[in-house]
């Protein structure tokens, strides 16, 4: 897979994101109309979609966390990385049930011929990287949703989730499930009262040639619902600044595939220095941060606190 699309690109492209809303402020996003149909604005316009869709496709990288969590079980999804049965990870795979959807992949792009051949009433492609060329040979085959704004990757997950629920006709049940995910980390951040005070940093689990990539925006979200705040940092952090800006953090949080990639970061002088403020994750608990979806965000808000709260003391 290319550079642009693994899973050490995510912060890259996220950093510094501004929210974007995904539908304008007059709109009654999810309204069905009296035909019976619904019709989801995105970055290309606006698609209607006739009925409840059946057979739907996850164009995307994470697309099928958000189907999943509404009971919508695609019938392809698209492999991003870590090498999970049909693309779908632990903390999706009771939604998934028995069911095995075709897997694709976007090493050389989106393959338009093996989803025309799947024959799709509805393609999910939220995160998908697509441009007005590519969002019209989709919508060629069948009803397409994009991004909602100009990032064609990862914008903010909320705005997934409305694009998503609207298409599948699952808005209010997708926005109770949004309600829950920020509910579920202030909870856990009431808690967890020494949060409060302290500063927290979420960082790529490499280094990117000789710089680090920290996650800002968005991504960072769910530490000021725990109660951390979020130094501002620019991103990326060149090697002859690493001690001053990861200084300006009381906690570190490497999203760090195992022990290799933590020992790797350790060798890293300034980092190690830091060694009572690094917080290092597994590779699970990385994937479910880096997919910031419905699902996978519940398990973020159970396991991370109490490393964090190890850190804090």
Known sequence: MSTHLSRRGFLAMTAGVALVAACSPEAKPGTVAKDGSVTVKHAFGETKIPAAPTRVVSAGLNEQDFLLA???????????????????????????????????????????????????????????????DTYDKLAGIA?????????AFFEPWKDQATTIGQAVFKHDEMQRLVTEVDDKFTTAGKNSGQFAGHTALLLEGALSADHLLVCTGWRSEFLT???????????????????????????????????????????????????????????????AIMFSSPLSLPLVADRLPPLLAAVVG
């Open 70 to 132: 509404v009971g919508v079980v695609p019938i392809a999804v698209t492999d991003w990385f870590g090498g999970q049965p049909f693309g779908v990870w632990p903390w999706a795979t009771a939604k998934l049930g028995s069911a095995q959807p075709a897997l694709l992949n976007l090493a050389n792009g989106i393959d338009t011929d093996a989803i025309a051949a799947l024959k799709p009433d509805l393609i999910v492609a939220t995160n998908a990287g697509l441009d007005k």
């Open 143 to 151: 009803p397409t949703v994009a991004q909602s704004g100009q990032e």
């Open 225 to 287: 619902e725990l109660g951390f705040s979020v130094p501002t940092v620019d991103s990326p952090v060149p090697r002859d600044k690493f001690k001053t800006e990861l200084g300006s953090a009381d906690v570190l949080i490497w999203t760090t595939d195992g022990d290799a990639a933590r020992d790797a970061l350790l060798t890293e002088p300034d980092i190690a220095a830091r060694t009572k403020h690094n917080v290092f994750t597994d590779p699970e608990l990385a994937a």
